[in-house]
Structure formats: structure tokens, C-alpha cells
């Protein structure tokens, strides 16, 4: 369970951190500056990194038995700006006592 935990916090914040880059710095360069660039680059790694998070998560969830309503909402909050993070969060302190998240290095 821990070694299914720590691979979804990666992915989450890889995954969140590629999309705020996409949105936040491709999408303005594309469609104010006609410079495709960023999305170009960004674009499909964020597509091959969305995968390995449906995958992280879905292991993940099969782990901890959640149930397929909300292992769906975790897998979408990886499509909206900073609710990967938000989400990450919340699945980790329901799995990680408060003590541990503090000495976490990350």
C-alpha cells in the first residue's frame, strides 16, 4: 500500500505540474504570441504522464478498495489546474498519519 501511495504523490504532482506549465505558459504562447513551442513539447508528455496517473491511481485504488465513484473523481481532478494537488493531499492524509506528512520530504 505504501509503495502504491508514494507512486500516485509523484505522478499527481508531475502530472499537475505539467499541466500548469500547459495552461499557465503553453496555451498563452500558442494563441497570444503564435508560438507553439511549449505545447509542443509539453503536450505529449503531459499525455504519456496523464496515463501512468490513471494507472498510479487505479493501482492505488484497487490497493485501498476504494470504491469506482471516487477512484473516477481522483482520476479526473488530473484534467482541472492544481486539483491534482488538492486531491493528492486529501488521499494522502487519509492514508498517512499527521505525525509522518510532517517529517515527509515531500
Known amino acids: ?3 502504491a501511495l508514494t507512486r500516485y504523490r509523484i505522478i499527481a504532482w508531475i502530472v499537475g505540474v505539467c499541466l500548469l506549465a500547459l495552461v499557465v505558459v503553453g496555451m498563452p ?17 503531459h499525455g504519456f ?15 485501498a478498495h476504494w470504491p469506482f465513484g471516487r477512484m473516477i ?18 488521499v494522502t492524509r487519509e492514508w498517512v498519519p ?6 515527509s520530504p515531500v
Open 1 to 3: 500500500m505504501q509503495g
Open 29 to 45: 504562447l500558442k494563441y497570444l504570441a503564435d508560438n507553439p513551442t511549449v505545447v509542443a513539447a509539453v503536450g505529449p508528455a
Open 49 to 63: 504522464l496523464f496515463m501512468l496517473y490513471l494507472v498510479a491511481t487505479f493501482d492505488l485504488s484497487r490497493r
Open 73 to 90: 473523481l481522483v482520476m479526473l481532478s488530473g484534467t482541472i489546474p492544481f486539483l491534482s494537488f488538492w486531491a493528492e493531499r486529501k
Open 98 to 103: 499527521a505525525e509522518a506528512l510532517a517529517k
